[in-house]
Every structure is written in C-alpha cells, then in structure tokens.
C-alpha cells in the first residue's frame, strides 16, 4: 500500500529553522505533485506550498521568502525548509501527494501523512 512518512518536526523559538520530510513509499507507479499542509489550533486547514513532479512551486502568502519546497525524485520525498519561524506558523504539517498506483487503479489520487507538529515559541 501507500504511505506518506513525516519526520523534522519539533519545538523551536522564533527566528529559528527547522526542516520537514516526508517519503512516499509502497505500490507507487508515479507521483505527481507534492506538497504540504498546516492546521492551527481553531483554524481551518490550509495548503503551505506545493511541487510539482518538474520542480514548478507555489506558496501561500504568509510563507513566501521564508519557506522552501524541495523533492527528491528518485527517494519520492518532499521536504519544507522552514526559516525565520513566527509563533504564528505553530500548526499540525500534513505531507500530501498526488501518488498514481496499482491500489488506486492505476490513476492519479491523493495520499495524506498523519502529520508532525511544529510549534514556535515567543
């Protein structure tokens, strides 16, 4: 089957980095676009950044200049390089990624990490 596995996420002070990973594995023909989530405590969950399978990136407004969206290829990994961190980015991360498997008959769809908590303090 298709699983999304997170890790990096963490406690950390403001103005201070931390790095996300997740990794795609299982029955996976293809993945198409990659990207992440967040969900702040009473708010509505929203999409951070996404990749697609050609490198092509797009950023909500909040984290443009801060935030960076990479994938790996050949490790079908995404990762969200998080810099000069707000209190206000203290959210649940969710990994997301268009994945084209024989589980899914052989079409595109989604899949979901569990997701990891970034908190920032003041």
């Known amino acids: 089957q298709v699983q999304l596995v997170e890790s990096g996420g963490g406690l950390v002070q403001a103005g201070g980095s931390l790095r996300l990973s997740c990794a795609a594995s299982?029955?996976?023909?293809?993945?198409?676009?990659m990207g992440w989530y967040r969900q702040a405590p009473g708010k509505q969950r929203e999409l951070v950044a996404t990749i697609t399978s050609g490198g092509r990136t797009n950023y909500t407004a909040p984290v443009k200049g801060r935030f960076t969206i990479s994938r790996d290829n050949a490790k079908n990994t995404v990762y969200l390089q998080m810099n000069s961190l707000r209190p206000e980015d203290t959210a649940v991360y969710y990994c997301y990624a268009e994945v084209r498997s024989l589980v899914y008959g052989g079409v595109f769809r989604a899949s979901w990490g569990h997701g990891t908590q970034v908190t920032v303090s003041a």
């Open positions: 299982g029955s996976i023909i293809s993945i198409n676009a």
